[in-house]
């Protein structure tokens, strides 16, 4: 089994979960998360500039 990242936090997604986006153009995007895709497609955030994606990245990290 592969263990896919969120497209917009980062974090690893267990397979079995998370949410696959395919766009008009082919690419792929997977999110481990309705808040991840909602905040990446909807809304069009920058992951870079949200608190609770950097926290999630930075224990991500350091699980590895």
Known sequence: ???????????PIPPGTGIMYVRADGTVLRFCSRKCFVSAIKYNR???KL?????ETKSAKAQK
Do not use: E, L, S
């Not at 608190?51 to 926290?55: D, F, G, Y």
């Open 1 to 11: 089994m592969r263990i896919y990242t969120c497209a917009f936090c980062g974090r």
């Open 46 to 48: 920058d992951p870079r």
């Open 51 to 55: 608190a609770w994606v950097r926290k």
